[in-house]
């Protein structure tokens, strides 16, 4: 995740001294060269039209040096950082996301022009950031379409090959099937992580057996482990009350145990343990597969990532990513442990939730 900007303390003076002492000595100057001109005009004989004008005279060309002193303070301090910003907002419109502006000051002179320099930069930043993902995600997504398509339509066009055996002929029926089911896992997967991020799916807590729920979902994989010859271990108590969103977690234990069964060569070990604590419960999954490199481990959460590309064609790096974005949302925590040719272990702590 994203680290906090944290900018450095911005210099604040509603009263600027240094300011003050140029203004203020600037003024004494020219009031000791005015009285200086009144003294020597009531000695001398001058007229009455240079007695007028040469005050006024005077005091036009102190307002002349005070405002272009202004005018170059104002270019150096607003103007010029101003058109930068100005500048650098039209490189951001046409997509240009390397824009920099540089502060003006130095870190530890900072004035509120900095400080909206900064921001401006880090918006820059996100901004660039967001554009990478979204490239990212719908480059991933067409290349995760594409792919079971691909296989749908080989298959098609290869059933209407006269010459094919029924025994043929159903092997292409069955990769259609599995390829379609991908497809249909991709977009429901797709569509459930565009709700959890934008906040549509609301969690629905309410009391129920965890136990009983991890149980049910580890049934459903039976077949699968029973295929590959794998051993599954259970240990988890008889009841575990807690509150919380029933339909979300079980999300959460599907994917886990799916990437289990999967990863898990045939005759490994996949087990399911769960405990419970005063104020929380701890379930985590591990098997015997191929383990998880270091690398890996760092992206392992991100969307459309998969580590290993072996088993690539049975999923669509979405699982993960939904399992972190769920427990996110239910207050929860999920941890990997793993080494490579030692298999891996995820660990989820959950809140037992108020009542409880």
């Not at 005077?58 to 405002?67: N, Q």
């Not at 709700?195 to 965890?210: F, R, S």
């Not at 988890?236 to 999967?262: C, G, H, R």
Request: charged share 20%; glycine share 8%; hydrophobic share 40%.
């Amino acid at each position: 995740m994203r680290g906090r900007w944290c900018w450095p303390a911005i210099r604040s003076s509603r009263f600027p001294l240094a300011l003050f002492g140029i203004v203020l000595t600037g003024l004494l100057l020219t009031s000791g060269i005015h009285m200086g001109f009144v003294v020597l005009m009531s000695r001398m004989e001058w007229n009455d039209f240079i007695k007028v004008n040469i005050p006024i005279l005077y005091w036009g060309l102190i307002a002349a040096g005070v405002t272009a002193l202004i005018s170059w303070l104002t270019k150096g301090t607003f103007e010029k950082p101003l058109k930068q910003i100005a500048q650098a907002a039209r490189q951001v419109a046409g997509g240009d996301f390397s824009v920099y502006v540089p502060p003006i000051h130095s870190p530890d002179k900072q004035d509120y022009m900095d400080d909206m320099i900064l921001d401006f930069n880090k918006m820059v930043a996100e901004l660039g950031s967001i554009e990478t993902l979204k490239t990212d995600f719908f480059s991933n997504v067409s290349h995760e379409i594409k792919t079971p398509l691909s296989v749908i339509q080989n298959s098609a066009d290869m059933l209407k090959t006269p010459s094919l055996s029924e025994e043929e002929r159903a092997e292409y029926v069955d990769t259609i099937a599995r390829s379609s089911r991908r497809l249909n896992d991709l977009i429901t997967n797709i569509l459930k992580l565009n709700k959890l991020e934008k906040q549509n799916i609301q969690p629905n807590p309410e009391p129920y057996d965890l136990c009983e729920q991890l149980a049910a979902c580890a049934l459903l994989f039976e077949d699968r482990w029973e295929a590959k010859g794998i051993e599954f271990e259970a240990d988890i108590e008889d009841q575990a009350v807690i509150e919380a969103d029933e339909s979300l977690l079980e999300l959460v234990w599907n994917n886990l145990l799916s990437n289990a069964v999967k990863f898990t060569e045939p005759g490994g070990t996949v087990t399911l343990r769960q405990t419970s604590a005063a104020e929380s419960v701890e379930v985590s999954v591990s098997d015997t597969g191929c383990g998880i490199d270091a690398k890996t481990l760092e992206h392992i959460f991100d969307k459309f990532y998969q580590g290993d590309t072996s088993h690539s064609t049975e999923g669509n790096g979405l699982g993960l990513a939904l399992v972190l974005r769920i427990l996110r949302m239910v207050g929860g925590d999920i941890s990997v442990s793993s080494k490579p040719g030692e298999g891996s272990t995820f660990t989820v702590k959950i809140p037992v939730g108020e009542g409880n």
